[in-house]
């Protein structure tokens, strides 16, 4: 993994508190005067070596008054070293936990093409019918190792389609198989925008967001963001009656020109977003803005077919070692459920292969 600048700030050394920088300027004028004094090295008559260093010390050694000045000193150096910092407006507890960023983050990288195939082919295998997200991916895992970027760049996704398709379930597996972070915000759970970017102070309550936070933690700059149902966030009102959407506060993010430069609503200092992997999902993408869309093309999804969700049934019956009858009953209730003409989405055929799991593993009764 390479690492790369991510925080517009500048660390000093953590050790240049206060008392280490008096008692370094301190020294330094003993320093200085001891170099202007003669050569006593013969000292006077009866006087042993060691009169002469407490001598030499005495002369040498700052008064009060100097005292005063190194410690005025030392306070306007440390207040234009926090002005230089670019988060003298920040609390202490929040430039530590910045302090973090002091030599930057690291970047997932895709080591070859051939690599590229073999996650794509793999996740394909496992989730035919998202071939058009797939593709995309699988494109660009290609392009970062061509190109030779220092890390894996995907492009902003919006995953429109059907509920139960396994969109989200999708994401989640593409970051599994990129050894990445990753992590989902419920766009319909979260106060708009507030969970994704953060809010500023001043709002009802003032956290960072979660695609900060989850850099924080990992310390990895392109962790996959998946933000489910984007298109139902509502709006958030602040106490001057504000309102501000997840969609308008996503698009500075989704732009990689002002992604790079982003500035954090919360800490009101600038990261490098750029490298952030975004998986967004709707039902009905025409519900979103055109700037939002123009920045993040849906990407359409289609139903699943029978004979596909026959296959996921197996799959994940192989995964729970459940008995082949018990694989079989539930792909029988998949395939009648389609006879018939009922939709039946992954999410039911999940519920279907738990109680099928129950079923087998509850306890005998004597």
């Keep these: 993994m390479s690492r790369i600048p991510f925080i517009e700030a500048r660390f000093f050394s953590p050790e240049d508190t206060t008392y280490s920088l008096e008692k370094r300027f301190v020294q330094h004028l003993r320093d200085l005067r001891s170099r202007k004094l003669p050569d006593t090295s013969a000292g006077a008559e009866g006087e042993d ?16 008054q ?4 190194i410690k005025r000193r030392v306070d306007l150096l440390l207040e234009r070293r926090k002005a230089a910092s670019g ?15 002091r030599d930057g983050v690291r970047l997932v990288a895709i080591a070859t093409e051939h690599l590229a195939d073999e996650l794509a082919a793999e996740l394909h295998g496992e989730m035919p019918w998202m ?47 990129l050894t990445v972070p990753t992590a989902v915000v419920e766009a319909t759970s979260e106060n708009a925008s507030f969970g994704v970017v953060g809010s500023q102070r001043g709002w009802g309550s003032a956290y960072p967001g979660r695609v900060l936070e989850t850099i924080l933690q990992a310390g990895v700059a392109n962790p996959i963001l ?37 500035n954090c609503p919360y800490y009101q200092v600038k990261f490098d977003m750029s490298w952030v992997g975004w998986v967004l999902t709707s039902n009905n993408y025409r519900l979103l803005p055109e ?28 995964k729970r070692h459940l008995s ?34 129950d079923l087998e593993r509850r306890p005998v009764c004597h």
């Design 131 to 177: 071939a058009p997200a797939t593709e995309a991916v699988w494109h660009a895992m290609r392009r970062s190792v061509r190109d030779g970027w220092p890390g894996l760049r995907l492009p902003p996704m919006l995953l429109d389609g059907p509920p139960g398709i396994g969109k989200s379930h999708w994401a989640r597996r593409l970051g599994q198989l």
């Design 49 to 64: 070596s060691g009169e002469r260093a407490a001598r030499r010390r005495h002369s040498t050694s700052p008064s009060e």
């Design 87 to 101: 988060m003298g407006h920040l609390s202490r507890e929040h430039r530590e936990r910045l302090s973090v960023f």
């Design 324 to 357: 082949s009858i018990a694989v079989q009953v539930v792909t029988e209730a998949v395939d009648r459920t389609c006879q018939y003409g009922m939709r039946i989405d992954l999410r039911i055929a999940s519920r279907l292969l738990q109680r099928a799991e």
């Design 66 to 69: 100097d005292r005063a000045r």
């Design 291 to 318: 700037p939002f869309l123009s920045r993040c093309p849906p990407v359409r999804l289609r139903e699943l077919t029978r004979a596909e969700l026959s296959d996921f049934v197996r799959r994940e019956g192989a």
């Design 226 to 262: 998946v933000v489910d149902e984007v298109e139902k966030a509502g709006k958030a009102t602040s106490n001057k009656g504000h309102t501000f959407g997840l969609a308008e506060a996503l698009l500075p993010l989704l732009e990689p020109m002002t992604a790079k430069r982003w």
